[in-house]
């Protein structure tokens, strides 16, 4: 692409004539005396530099002899992301367009990048160019909780309408922040990350841990000693005329979709026992009993029934009701609870229930629920990492600290080893190894501290020196 270069060309642009009404060209009929249209300067000088404008802003050089920098250009522009500033405030995120959005335009899949002024605290909103405020939404479909948007971070939002989410309103995803958290869906009990309409074997389903987020009523948990059925929930009391329904934990998932509860029931009770899932709105409103299967007297016995779920449903709750019941203790015994989309239910063995472990040495499971707002998400810089020569650290978001290193025996056999950093409370443990020759090596435990040790070559090496020791050191 290049201006006319002609002995002719004007130097500069010259001024056009007064726009006229617009029309398009003609070859002309001189039997009907139409006149031809003429190419005039005007018409050429607009097509040039519209052309030359979009080479240049691509910042490439024109050229003569070059006949594709057009199409360079584009794909240039085109791989370009331009920044917008945020001109909003905290939660409130707003950015100025130079062709301005509208709401013709500001539609499902439209991306903006913005330079964040201010780090989010909570739930917040983006409105480009005065346009009515949308909320923001993570990876997880939930508002955002706080640090998602860090300041001066560039967040990459895209405009989506998604069914079930936010009432079906539109909402902007944040693709990503650097810098900022990564949200993840809530951990619900359902023992998955955002088990929405996917396979769920129910956490503490059969009550492995214990009574934790369930509610019982005159039901408790109890574990078989035998080993014949193991973990399961009972009436440990007899029963009159009971009418109450033992309620789960919430799992997420959308309307219209065909769900499965399948559990294990015993049932020795008089009145009506059913398994059945309870249908609840986003905001927490019930909508109906779904899925409702009347159990029998029998044994020990897996039912399953199947629904689909009702408009407006967000999440169920699987539930045992019992209506006038009357019976003895231990009556009623279920346990193993399945929840999983689909009509046809899948064997309990296909996953496995899991828990987080308290702190501590021996810790005993503890249930997962919904997370908070300060632990919806892990940051990247919870770990703590340094590598320096012959050695580094790792510090683990639980306080673990783990280092390591390679040391060279003297001439007596042994090296005092300085650890990479001190561990600021407390040494535990080293492992020795060797990278050179069959030595065994020693320890000086009585002198390991958060500071360092003794390392020494024991039998056949003593008094060896130019020996490798690599070694591994837990402290916290």
Same mark, same amino acid.
């Given at each position: +692409?290049?201006?006319?270069?002609?002995?002719?060309?004007?130097?500069?642009?010259?001024?056009?004539?007064?726009?006229?009404?617009?029309?398009?060209?003609?070859?002309?009929?001189?039997?009907?005396?139409?006149?031809?249209?003429?190419?005039?300067?005007?018409? +050429?000088?607009?097509?040039?530099?519209?052309?030359?404008?979009?080479?240049?802003?691509?910042?490439?050089?024109?050229?003569?002899?070059?006949?594709?920098?057009?199409?360079?250009?584009?794909?240039?522009?085109?791989?370009?992301?331009?920044?917008?500033?945020?001109?909003?405030?905290?939660?409130?995120?707003?950015?100025?367009?130079?062709?301005?959005?509208?709401?013709?335009?500001?539609?499902?899949?439209?991306?903006?990048?913005?330079?964040? $002024? #201010?780090?989010? @605290?909570?739930?917040?909103?983006?409105?480009?160019?005065?346009?009515?405020?949308?909320?923001?939404?993570?990876?997880?479909?939930? *508002?955002?909780?706080?640090?998602?948007?860090?300041?001066?971070?560039?967040?990459?939002?895209? #405009?989506?309408?998604?069914?079930?989410?936010?009432?079906?309103?539109?909402?902007?995803?944040?693709?990503?922040?650097?810098?900022?958290?990564?949200?993840?869906?809530?951990?619900?009990?359902?023992?998955?990350?955002?088990?929405?309409?996917?396979?769920?074997?129910?956490?503490?389903?059969?009550?492995?841990?214990?009574?934790?987020?369930?509610?019982?009523?005159?039901?408790?948990?109890?574990?078989?000693?035998?080993?014949?059925? /193991?973990?399961?929930?009972?009436?440990?009391?007899?029963?009159?005329?009971?009418?109450?329904?033992?309620?789960?934990?919430?799992?997420?998932?959308?309307?219209?979709?065909?769900?499965?509860?399948?559990?294990?029931?015993?049932?020795?009770?008089?009145?009506?026992?059913?398994?059945?899932?309870?249908?609840?709105?986003?905001?927490?409103?019930?909508?109906?009993?779904?899925?409702?299967?009347?159990?029998?007297?029998?044994?020990?016995?897996?039912?399953?029934? @199947?629904?689909?779920?009702?408009?407006?449903?967000?999440?169920?709750?699987?539930?045992?009701?019992?209506?006038?019941?009357?019976?003895?203790?231990? /009556?009623?015994?279920?346990?193993?609870?399945?929840?999983?989309?689909?009509?046809?239910?899948?064997?309990?063995?296909?996953? $496995?229930?899991?828990?987080?472990?308290?702190?501590?040495?021996?810790?005993?499971?503890?249930?997962?629920?919904?997370?908070? $707002?300060?632990? #919806?998400?892990?940051?990247?810089?919870?770990?703590?990492?340094?590598?320096?020569?012959? /050695?580094?650290?790792?510090?683990? *978001?639980?306080?673990?600290?783990?280092?390591?290193?390679?040391?060279?025996?003297?001439?007596?056999?042994?090296?005092?080893?300085?650890?990479?950093?001190?561990? *600021?409370? /407390?040494?535990?443990?080293?492992?020795?190894?060797?990278?050179?020759?069959?030595?065994?090596?020693?320890?000086?435990?009585?002198?390991?501290?958060?500071?360092? +040790?003794? $390392?020494?070559?024991?039998?056949?090496?003593?008094?060896?020196?130019?020996?490798?020791?690599?070694?591994?050191?837990?402290?916290?």
């Amino acid at each position: +692409m290049y201006q006319t270069d002609q002995a002719t060309a004007a130097a500069s642009l010259p001024t056009p004539a007064a726009a006229g009404t617009q029309g398009f060209f003609t070859n002309g009929n001189p039997a009907t005396g139409v006149a031809a249209t003429i190419l005039d300067a005007d018409f +050429m000088n607009m097509l040039m530099m519209e052309l030359a404008n979009i080479v240049t802003s691509a910042g490439l050089t024109l050229s003569k002899t070059t006949y594709n920098q057009v199409l360079a250009a584009i794909k240039r522009i085109g791989q370009n992301t331009l920044v917008l500033a945020d001109t909003g405030t905290v939660n409130a995120y707003t950015a100025s367009n130079a062709t301005p959005l509208i709401a013709g335009t500001w539609v499902d899949g439209v991306v903006q990048a913005v330079k964040i $002024a #201010h780090t989010n @605290t909570g739930a917040s909103t983006y409105a480009p160019d005065g346009l009515t405020a949308i909320p923001i939404y993570g990876l997880g479909l939930q *508002p955002l909780q706080g640090s998602e948007l860090l300041l001066n971070g560039t967040a990459i939002l895209m #405009h989506a309408t998604i069914a079930g989410v936010n009432s079906g309103n539109p909402i902007c995803v944040l693709m990503e922040c650097a810098g900022g958290t990564q949200q993840v869906p809530a951990l619900y009990a359902s023992g998955k990350i955002n088990g929405t309409n996917n396979p769920n074997l129910l956490f503490n389903s059969s009550g492995e841990f214990g009574a934790t987020g369930w509610t019982l009523g005159s039901f408790s948990q109890f574990v078989d000693t035998s080993g014949e059925i /193991g973990s399961f929930f009972s009436n440990s009391g007899a029963l009159a005329a009971y009418t109450f329904a033992v309620a789960c934990q919430q799992v997420p998932i959308g309307a219209g979709q065909n769900v499965c509860l399948s559990m294990d029931v015993s049932n020795g009770a008089s009145g009506t026992v059913q398994i059945s899932l309870a249908a609840y709105t986003s905001g927490g409103s019930y909508i109906s009993n779904i899925g409702t299967l009347s159990v029998p007297n029998s044994s020990l016995t897996r039912y399953s029934t @199947t629904a689909q779920t009702p408009t407006n449903t967000a999440y169920v709750v699987p539930q045992l009701v019992m209506n006038g019941v009357t019976s003895s203790a231990f /009556g009623i015994v279920f346990r193993r609870i399945k929840v999983e989309q689909g009509t046809t239910p899948s064997l309990y063995s296909q996953e $496995a229930n899991w828990a987080a472990l308290g702190t501590g040495p021996n810790a005993a499971p503890i249930f997962v629920g919904a997370a908070s $707002a300060s632990a #919806h998400a892990v940051q990247l810089g919870q770990f703590v990492n340094s590598f320096v020569a012959n /050695g580094g650290y790792a510090k683990l *978001p639980n306080g673990l600290i783990v280092q390591w290193g390679l040391a060279v025996s003297g001439s007596g056999g042994n090296v005092n080893v300085t650890f990479p950093i001190a561990f *600021p409370n /407390g040494f535990l443990r080293v492992i020795p190894g060797t990278a050179s020759g069959n030595y065994v090596i020693g320890l000086g435990t009585a002198t390991s501290t958060v500071v360092g +040790m003794i $390392a020494y070559l024991a039998s056949s090496g003593v008094g060896t020196s130019g020996i490798n020791i690599v070694w591994v050191a837990l402290g916290y």
